[in-house]
């Protein structure tokens, strides 16, 4: 931009010799230090011919720099943006993330959990590949793999089965799989009037999120008692708090249960899916 600067009839006569010799445009501006808007004014009605369109393209098709600009370039933006550089991550520091994960939260990641994902894959070959190096088995497809609860149901997930398990073990009779009033949506659970959920994937996956919000407006619609479990619940101490969260709620809506319940054993057992413990509890009876 000239910003209304008058530019000497010289100039303007330059930049049309210019363009009759075959120049483009922006070769003009950088030639007379001139607006690309002026030389497209300065240059209207002068045809190129075909040798200078071809001319032209074949230009294009060099570098901007020479070699010699580029090198003094990539050193100015070595100095300048050394400070944003990372080093990169050896294979061993990478394996030692998943295992720091897992050490922190008791199971292996997902991975997009990792921002990282791109160069797992570049190092390793794939993420399930990384995994496997790090000495875990890799996360099965989410519902990919069925399981059968001792009352002959088929679960989701082990954790479902878990607390199937639980449910059959102190005889409270329960459904798999049981819909929610109008909708197509299931619940894990239902006893009597209670629904009880395992989120396994809360935090994880948006849509799910919505699915447990929609679940919960429904159970306060119908005025139906929502037990939510969750991994951190399940796969800790805190399920013996959740066991007695079951054992009140099925109380209160006047459901029969064994005072056995009170006193409980602590067991701990290895889930065979992903090599996670558990925390089982047996009642010794009163």
Excluded at 96 to 123: A, W
Aim: aromatic content about 12%; overall charge positive.
């Amino acid at each position: 931009m000239n910003n209304g600067r008058r530019y000497p009839q010289k100039i303007k006569l330059e930049a049309r010799i210019l363009r009759k010799k075959g120049w483009t445009h922006r070769e003009i501006v950088k030639e007379l230090s001139i607006s690309l808007g002026s030389a497209s004014l300065w240059t209207k009605g002068i045809i190129l011919t075909p040798e200078q369109k071809k001319a032209i393209k074949g230009r294009r098709n060099k570098h901007i720099w020479t070699e010699e600009e580029r090198a003094e370039r990539g050193q100015l933006a070595r100095v300048n943006l050394s400070h944003y550089w990372k080093k990169p991550y050896s294979k061993k520091e990478l394996l030692d993330k998943i295992r720091k994960f897992y050490l922190k939260n008791g199971r292996i990641p997902l991975k997009r959990e990792f921002n990282m994902y791109r160069e797992y894959q570049q190092r390793f070959g794939s993420w399930n590949n990384a995994i496997r190096l790090a000495g875990f088995e890799p996360n099965l497809v989410i519902f990919s793999k069925k399981f059968l609860a001792k009352d002959g149901h088929v679960c989701d997930s082990y954790a479902e089965k878990i607390i199937d398990d639980w449910l059959f073990k102190h005889k409270i009779k329960h459904e798999r799989s049981f819909p929610y009033p109008n909708q197509k949506m299931t619940a894990d659970f239902a006893i009597g009037n209670v629904r009880i959920e395992y989120f396994g994937l809360r935090g994880l996956n948006k849509i799910y999120d919505q699915i447990i919000q929609i679940k919960r407006n429904i159970c306060q619609k119908e005025k139906l008692k929502l037990i939510e479990i969750y991994p951190a619940d399940l796969f800790s101490k805190n399920f013996r708090n959740y066991l007695g969260k079951i054992s009140r709620e099925l109380k209160n809506n006047y459901f029969l249960f064994p005072s056995a319940l009170i006193h409980l054993v602590q067991t701990k057992i290895r889930c065979p899916a992903n090599g996670l413990y558990f925390l089982s509890f047996t009642s010794l009876g009163t």
